[in-house]
């Protein structure tokens, strides 16, 4: 560090916190649920959820990871573990050099489907009905330009 | 389940991505940056923050794990490995029956302090300034809001 950098300001510092907590807070309560219906834990969910959307409901491992934000080694842990419990497989894909395939089982399926009810609920209940629709809309606007401005960011 | 769930709209769905996506983004960068800048996870860095700015460095292991809405056997685990690399350190409370506490150590502090100034930049670079002050108030508002609603909703 060669200078002093800008420290956040009260309000900005409100607002970085807000991002934090409010995740740490709504993931927390879901994941004590996933955890007890479905036993998954948000790590397991995300990558169900990411594929169940994906065509076919596979993706590259290096594009799960990417849209993840995980370091591919953390990926390639979590992917075995799952693997293990059957609810990925990995594809291999020798002939176009751009690497393995990670596909969601009907297994994988059928968890989501199973946790999909009561997650939606609670979704609702700690989330969606507390705020009014207005606020829905500023929010998704604002998620959404962060969002595109870290994925054009360059990462270290 | 006894009747069908109330699905998300589309922009309810957009909203409750974008919490999501927007913190998993976020916070995927920054880990790495820590991660390479002084060898902590996200999960590390969350508990130094929360004890530094605790009065004397430290807070109940119950009130840790509340505030970060964690089991207490992951913050137990966490504990015991951040406790071995000496950034925290547990201090018994036999006389009030009300449990141990967590203590940041000098190290945990010379830690986050020197994680701070680079952390600072990257949260200014991918969250802050991409946003008007305007929108900075408007979602610390709507966080503020969440983050209030789940602390008085029961837990499972």
Redesign the interface.
Known sequence: ?TQ?????TP??Q????????????????LS??LQ?DVNLSPADF?VLVDLGEAPDGRKRHVDLSKC????KSRMSHQISRMAKRGLVTRQECPEDGRGAFVVITEEGMATIRAA???H??V??????D??A?E??????R??????E???S?P??
């Not at 604002?142 to 969002?147: G, L, S, T």
């Open positions: 560090m002093q950098p800008k420290w956040l309000e900005e409100d607002a970085w916190r807000g991002v934090i907590r409010m995740y740490e807070k709504l993931v927390g309560r004590r649920h007890q995300a993840l934000e995980w370091e999909a009810p009561r939606v609920e979704v609702r209940e700690l989330f969606v507390v705020l629709p606020e829905l809309r500023q929010f998704a604002i998620a959404d330009r962060v969002i401005h870290v994925e960011s990462s270290p």
